[in-house]
């Protein structure tokens, strides 16, 4: 057993660490360094990152390009308010983020985490109403399975039962809360749920393609499709959570771009500074920004965060968008999913497993019951892969720029756990 280095030592009396019970919970890995689709720990083993921490190294760690614009900046200006001050890496960014994205989501507005991100297009379509003269749409739609984030008010539009959060229940107002419209059926159910609720609703708020962290479950386009039907029907807005699959991760830059759905409001997180920094985006249509446009400054946005716009991530995010701009992750992606469907194949028949899956650069193998994280991360490591199951799943998000031998390396692990 390797000796934990000083630091970890040290500090580790005094770290709070997320989603583990802190009594019970193994020590963490400590890292020395990152490169690649690798993790470089402090006594000198390598492990292949399966999940690019938590989806965010979509180019892998320390890219070069990221890396010297993150250096150019740090030098220029590391920092500035965003509030009556401009500078050149956010003004950019917005401007080319409004160029990718489909239809009319012109309008940027900057945070630093992705559930602030989803907590300010909360806002922006509960206040869209109130500056229209509409009263008492301050509800939101959201749907079982889904996941937007830990703060008070996005754990209210999480799957209430399957969640992290159900021991917060009745503490914050609860939200409609339905099931995805995957055929004509259930979306004849939600049309009818919808028009007993709709005079109380703000929004429909729906990660596209797949719900992340409410278990990796998949929904094709015409679900979609279906969710802005409804909307348009029920005069609702329309959310996307993009922050785990926006930027490349199911095969499409944006998955809205790629289901031709075009929603109110999207927002972006995670891989947007390519793993560098943190910075998030609520993007909203000309319609939304048109409600808050007015001579009266009670109409305006009234939310600020500190680190909004933070000169050094938004040049992150621009060498990152330069790197998607040149199309090759789009081969790796295609890649990364042939060999995640071909190397986790074999789990299908193992015990306990009910469902091997397998969308861009995300494959799951989902079990029956959840599955025993801890142990399993542990031999994960000891074969050479960092991957962290969550609840009923075992997952990988690899960056693409992992390498065959090191997704083989990753699927291997998996299977070498699963199949013995």
């Known amino acids: 057993m390797s000796t934990s280095p000083a630091w970890l030592t040290a500090g580790a009396p005094h770290v709070w660490r997320p989603y583990c019970q802190m009594k019970t919970a193994a020590p963490p890995l400590p890292v020395a360094r990152t490169e690649g689709a690798r993790l470089i720990l402090s006594d000198g083993r390598e492990l292949v990152d399966g999940i690019a921490s938590w989806w965010t190294a979509c180019h892998g760690y320390n890219h070069p390009h990221i890396r010297a614009a993150v250096q150019a900046q740090l030098e220029a200006a590391p920092h500035l308010m965003f509030g009556g001050l401009a500078h050149e890496p956010a003004y950019r960014l917005a401007a080319r983020l409004a160029g990718l994205l489909p239809g009319d989501l012109d309008h940027v507005f900057f945070a630093e985490s992705g559930s602030v991100s989803v907590e300010i297009a909360m806002k922006m379509a509960v206040q869209y109403w109130i500056n229209r003269g509409v009263a008492g749409r301050t509800k939101f739609l959201a749907f079982r399975g889904g996941y937007h984030g ?3 008010a996005t754990m209210t539009v999480c799957d209430p039962e399957e969640g992290m959060h159900s021991l917060f229940a009745g503490v914050m107002p609860s939200q409609v809360i339905g099931d995805l419209p995957r055929d004509e059926a259930s979306e004849a159910a939600l049309g009818r749920l919808l028009g007993e609720r709709d005079a109380a ?10 719900q992340g962290a409410g278990g990796m479950l998949f929904h094709d386009d015409e679900t979609l499709r279906r969710l802005r039907r409804l ?3 029920h005069d609702l807005l329309l959310i996307f959570d993009e922050i785990f699959v926006g930027l490349g ?10 289901a031709g759905v075009v929603p109110d409001i999207v927002t972006l997180s995670k891989a947007l500074t390519g793993g560098t920094l943190p910075l998030s985006a609520a993007i909203a249509s000309r319609k939304v920004f048109d409600a808050f446009w ?3 400054p009670g109409a305006a946005l009234m939310h600020g965060p ?3 716009g933070n000169p050094l991530a938004c040049a992150a995010a621009n060498a990152s968008l330069d790197l ?25 028949g193992a015990r ?10 995300i494959g799951v193998v989902e079990f029956e019951a959840p599955v025993p994280v801890q142990a399993w991360r542990q031999r994960f490591a000891e074969a050479g892969a960092w991957i962290r199951p969550m609840g009923k799943v075992v997952y990988l998000t690899p960056a693409f720029c992992t390498s065959d031998a090191e997704l083989e390396t990753l699927t291997r692990a998996i299977r070498s756990v699963v199949c013995s």
């Open 150 to 152: 830990d703060t008070l």
């Open 201 to 210: 609703i703000a929004a429909i708020l729906v990660e596209p393609r797949v």
């Open 231 to 233: 909307a348009d029907r």
């Open 249 to 258: 991760r199911t095969g499409d830059l944006f998955a809205c771009q790629g």
């Open 294 to 296: 007015s001579d009266d």
């Open 306 to 308: 500190t680190y909004m």
């Open 324 to 348: 998607f701009e040149t199309g090759a992750w789009k081969a790796d992606v295609a890649r990364i999913a042939a060999g995640l469907a071909e190397g986790l194949e074999p789990c299908r």
């Open 352 to 361: 306990g497993v009910v469902d091997v899956r397998a969308m861009g650069a």
